[in-house]
Every structure is written in C-alpha cells, then in structure tokens.
C-alpha cells in the first residue's frame, strides 16, 4: 500500500486541482479541455505505455463516442449519462472491430489504425447518412447542454482512469503487460495470455477515449464531424504522453499540463509556432530521450509516480 | 457568453431559443444561393439553360447550398430539370472523370460548389478537358477572388457565373473602410503573410466593426445586453458588406448576393438580380 | 463513363506511382516510413512554383534541378539524424515518430514560410488543353507529368537491376546482415537510398500543382496516406510493386467517383486496411514482419 501512496497523491492532487480551477477560474472551457486532454493522454498510456502500439487514429475512439453521446439524444431521447453509456458502447464496439489490426506490428498498426479513424469520419460525415448523423452538416444536441455537470462527469471518468492506471502500474496486469511488450515470445512462453492482455488493454484504452468523446459532445453540444475527428487529437495525446514518459502516471499528466498551458498561450493565436515547437520537441525526443522527461529521473533509480 | 460568427457557421446552429450566438454573415442555407435559384428559374429558359447538374463537395458550406438550391430547383412547374447531382468529398482534387460523366448528361448549365482548393481543381480541369458547357457556375470565384484568379487565371475564369460579393460590389460604407482602403490596410497588414485578400477579410473587418458598435451600444457587458445591444444596430448599421440585419434567430440576411460573370478580361459584372445588373449574361463560351 | 474512368485512372495511377516509389524506397532499404514523405512532396511543389514564378524555369527544368537539389540536401539530413536512430533498440517505432515530428515542422515552417494560400503553375508551362489517349480526352498537363513519371520510374528500375550500386540495393533490401557481412557499406547504400527517396519525393512534388490542382502548406499529411496506400497494395519493401499499387489506386478513385461519388475519399483507407489485414505481402509480393 505504500508503494501506492505517491501515486493515489499525485492523482488526488490533480483532481482537486481541477476542481479548484473549475470553480474559481473565469475560462471554465479551458480547465474543461484539460480535462479532456487529460483523459486522453492516460488513456493512450494505457494502451502505448503497456503494451507499445502506438494508435495515431485514437481520435477514431474519441469522435465515435461524440457520435453515439449525439445520436442517443437525438434519436432514443436519451439522458446524458445514458447516452454516455452509448458513447461507451460505440467506442468498446470500434475497439472490438480493429482488434486484428493487433496483429501488425509497429508503423504498420500505427498507420492503419489511422486509415480506420479516417474511415469512420467518413462514413459518419457522409452525406448518405444524413437522416441518422445529420451527415457533414453537423450536429446540435442544446436540449442537454449542462457545461458544469458534463464537467463533473469528465472529472470523474478522469478519476477512474487514473484510478486504472496505476492498478496497470502496479498490479499483476500491469507487469504481465510489460512483459508483453518487451519480449512477446517469451512472455507468452511463461503462460502469459498475450492476445487477450492487448485486447483488455485496447478496449480500456478504447472506452476511455469513447466517454471522453460523448462528455466532450456534451459539453460543447453544437459540433461538425472534423471537430471531433480532428486529428490534432490523437496528435496532442501522443506527444503529451511521449513528452513526459509513458507507462508512468506523471508523464502523460506532465506532458499535458506543460504543452496543453504553452498550446494556450501561443497556439491559438500561432498555431504554426506551436506546431514547429512540438515538432521539434518530438525530433529531440527521439534522438536524446526516447523514453520521455520522467526518464531523466527514472534512470537515475528515482520511483516516480 | 456571447458568439460572434464572422462568416456563418451552419445553419443548424441559429434558432430562436439559441441566445449565444450572432451571425455577421449571411447563413448558408437559404441566403446565399436565392439569388443562384432565382436567376436559373427566371432568366435560365429564356437563355437556353434548362438542363442543370449539380456538383458539390460534401460538407457543411456547399452541401447545404446544393440541398437549398435542389429543392428550389425541383419545385411544382419548375421550368427546368436536374440531369445530374452528385456529391464529391471537399478533399477531391481530381475532376476529369466527373466533368465527363456530367458531360454525358448533356446539361446546360452546371453549377459547382466547393471550397478553394475544389474550385481551383474543377475549374482547371474544365479548362485542359477539353470539354463545352453553354454555362458553368462556381462558388469562390467571388468570394476569393485574388486566390482564383492567381491559379485559374483570366483565361480560366472567362464567362464563369458566380456570387458576387461585397468583393465586386463595393458599397459605400456609413461605418468602416471603403474596399479600396480596406484592400490598402489589409495589403500593410498582412501583404507578406503568403494569405490573398479576399470576402474573407471583409467579413473580418465587418466582425470588427459590429463588435466595437455593439460594444458602444451596451448597457452592460452581460450576454443579454450585448444581444440586445446587437439587435439594436439591425437594419441601421450600413458596412461595406451590405446593411446589418439580424433575423430573430441571430442569422444575418442583409448580406447581398447578386449573380456575376466574369468577361474575357478577368472583370466580374453583375448579370442578376436585373436592378442591380450591369451587364447581361453571355451564355455559350465556356 | 466506364472507358474514361479506365484511361484517365492510368495516366493519373502513373503519377501516384511516382508519389509512392520514394517512401518505399527507403523503407525497403532502411525499414523506416518516413512520415514526412508527402510534407517533402509539398515542399518540391513550392520549388516549382518558385522557380517559375521567380526565374521563369518551366516545370520540366525544375524537376532535375529540384530532385538534385533535394538529393543534396538529404545527405546531411541522413548524417544528422538517422545513424544514431538505427542503432538503437526500437529502431522502427522511433524512426516513425520522429519523422513524424520532422513532418510537423516542416509543416508548420512552410505554413509560416509561404501562407495558406492555394498555389499552383498554370497549366501552359507544361502543356495547355487536352489529349486524346486511349479513345478518351485527358489534359495535356497530366499525360506530361505521368510520362516524367514513367521516365523516372524506368531509369530507377534500370538502375536497380543493371548497376552495381542497384545490386548491392537490392542485397540490402533482401537482408542487410548478409549484405554487410559480403562487405557491403550499409550506411553508405542507406544514405545514398534516404537521398534518392527524398528526390524522388521533391521530383513527384514538382508535378503536384498540375495532379492536384493546386498545393497548400497543408497538403502533406493527406498525401503521405495515400502514398502509404499505393506502396502496400504493391509491397512494403519492393518499389517496383509501387507501379501496380499507383495504377490500383488512379483507376479505382476515378471508377469510385464515376459510380459512389460521395464515398470517393474512403478508398486509400479502405484500401490499406485490408491489405495490411487481409494480404499483408501486398497484392504481389513479399511477407512483411508482424507481430
């Protein structure tokens, strides 16, 4: 339980950090998108610390929960935490469909778990789906806008998903994973179940981008199909993690708060210059520090959270 | 909260109960392509043109133009027909086989609607196909001018009908800079920036300008009094984008957009609605 | 409809041939994808569009000048960064992330550079009007840019099979511990294949404003998927499967737009998805390494 101590404090921390900033700052859509962009760094850790598939079409996940959130309250009449459960559902169902793409390996998964995100935003967008997605034109789901309870359920899918992470940190799952991705063939030779491992951490990784998708349609209510499709998604959530260290806790939590606040600061107004920095952010990760920020510590034998 | 929308976020979005948000430009929907409908429906049998096709790309701005235009177009007596609608993805930059396959359903006019890049592509590819159409009409033209003009050039855009904006109108403003002084400061501003003056930078400047009124207008800075204050300036305010009129809904319709075409120097006349026209549509040479 | 679609998607395939031939290149030699491919394309395009706006150069002088040029300046990109990233432990997965951040800056440095503006030549610096090829009216513009397609392509092919440096290519491409244990200099060979990968990239660029109607900052990421498309319907790893992945690709969109117009854009990610799952060697090819 000890062990457990920084961890539950880090997470604790963050959480009531947010919960501060939500209720005394003026920009609650800015702590609101923190949020979101928290969830969905730790929810890419799951899958791309644990197990090493990197998955540049996470959005796919985030823009099909934003559809089943939109479609559940436009067509069943739903409450919002119903239609969440939806959202889930139509982000557990993607996460079900591409689980072959587990078998490529490498760029190969990365690039075509892509080409299905794309895939499922064209076939939302299309206009031949008009009557059930409203098609390119977009959706408006004000019936249910309620910015500070959608908020709420944001910090609490955060919670959880912290709360994952560090049983996959520390729990057997976690290092019978690991094990996984850095030696397959002998993790399978010591009786480890490999394929349904991934799978698990695929469809965690899946459902927790799906909810964050449906609280995000909630919160902002009036959305087109390349707002929640936007690549710049699952492009923040893979340089937040990257940029402070996957398979921890702090790294993803770092990596957002640092990059998501300079994003703030200049890449609203320059998007260029933000963009030129993360990407040379990245070059020098790679060459110099692979393993993110944390490593620098981490090398140095230091347990961090 | 209050949401000022400089050039017309989907029509969806405006309803009567939706107090957030403003729109400084026309609408997509029913607005913009009036005019586009009135011309085909009034002037079209006269000049020859009662076989449309209908191409656009798939998303927000240009699909929801073709589904206004279509219905306007199918009307009980309308006096001309659909040959050929289709839908394109906006990320299509290849239009040969389309304008073939429109060419086989041998219409008269045919209007393509899509964004820049869209335009620029069909437009081009019109030119280099080979292929005739008594008239063609697209979106950007008028409303990008400079961009068009750049990669299609005269000879491309010769005889092509489309909106004209505030872009060709030049009206004269009560508030705000005329076009050519607009065009001045814009070319100061933003000349190096690699982006083409355009109705976009109209919208802007007019954003601006109805911003700083509604701003001298208001009691407080509250969304109610901001929306008020807004409300206020409808049907007085008169920009260089035309008069400031709000629907109840927020929707701006005071925007004008009348029918153009482009002569063989590259100059954009109006040709439709006949109160503002100052020339008439040549029909038969693109 | 159906004939125009056939034609017009050969003459348009070739080019996409051309598109893709880069990207495998330097996979097959160095099994890295280089995510910053079409952002490379983009920039041969503004090359072009400089070089004639600026010093009146007809695109068919650009295009020597440009792939020289890129091949150039490739060889020190190749020092900088790619020695130290093949030797460490994940390789493939680090390589792909960090051309994807080269691809963000280049990006972002072009955004910054040239604008947002669409940018284009007109078509007379190549060829005005159209041509009859197979029974079926194309532009003259794009016979030109897929006939230099089909030059380049053929020259490559030349080189790979009836040179020395192409034989010592190929014994890497096949398994590069038995190529440098015969005494093949592997970094030399990659170096030389990173450099002809990205002139080849700078050489397709120059002919993008006539394919695609014009060019933007932005355009690289879209191209680097469809690029990936017609390299893995041929074969990861094979450049010459490049050819039959471009053609695959030029007939199918013009087919998919001729009779499922509005579902056109699904085709490159349709397209590689099932490959990858279905026929991961390519239509006509070698296995690639999975999981």
Redesign the interface.
Known sequence: MRRLLPDLGLAAFLLAALTAAEFLYRNELLVFNFTIFFILAQGLNAIYGFTGYLPFGYVGFFGAGAYGFALAVMHLGSAPLPALGLAGAAGLALGLLLTPLLRLSGAYFAIANLAAAQAVYQVIANPALEPLTRGPYGVSLASVFAPRASFLAALALLALLLGVVIWLRRGEMGLALKAIRDDPLSAAMAGIPVVRLRVLAWLVSALAAALAGGIYAWHISVFYPETVFDLSFSVFAIVFTLFGGAATLSGPILGAALLYGLYNLIGITVPQYFQLIYGALIVALMLFLPRGLLSLLTDRGHDVP | MLLFDPTGTGAAFFSKDNPYIVLLADPVSSVWPRYLWEFVLNEGPKLGLKRIALLYATNDFTGTQANALRTALKAPGSPVEIVFDEGVPTSTSNYTVLIDNIAAANPDLVIELGYTGNDIAFLRNLQDSGQKFKAVFALYPGIETNVLMKNVDKSGLAGIFTYVTALGLDLKPEAGLSLAELREAYEKAYGNTGVEFGWNAIAGHVTGIVITEALAHADTLAQEDLRKAVFSLSGKLKTLDGTFELREDGAQIGELTPIGQFDAEGNLRVVYPPELANAKPVIGQT | ?LL??LA??LV?GCYFALLGLGLNLVFGVMRI?NLAHGDLIMLGAMAAYFLYHLAGLSPLWAAPLVAGGFFLLALPLYAA?LP??LA?R?A???????F??????????A??????????L??RSLA???IVLLG???????AFSALVAVIAIGLFYLSLHHTRLGLFTRAVMASPEEAAASGIDLSRISAIAFGLGVALAGLAGVFAPF????V?PAMG??LN?VA??TVVVGSLGAPLGTIFGGLVYGVG??LM??YF??????L???L??AI??FR?SGLLGRR????
């Open positions: 409809m125009h679609a017009g998607g348009y994808v960064l130290r990233l460490a994940e493939e997965m680090l390589s792909f992330t960090l994807f951040g080269l691809q963000q800056i280049i990006e972002a440095l955004a910054i550079a040239f604008g947002p503006s669409e940018r284009s007109p078509a005005a009007g159209p079926q009216s194309v532009p003259k513009s794009w394919m695609l109607g014009s933007t990421a879209s998927l990936f498309a969109l013009l737009q001729t117009s509005t579902w056109a854009d699904l490159p990610d349709l590689l998805i990858l799952l991961p690639l390494r999975v999981a």
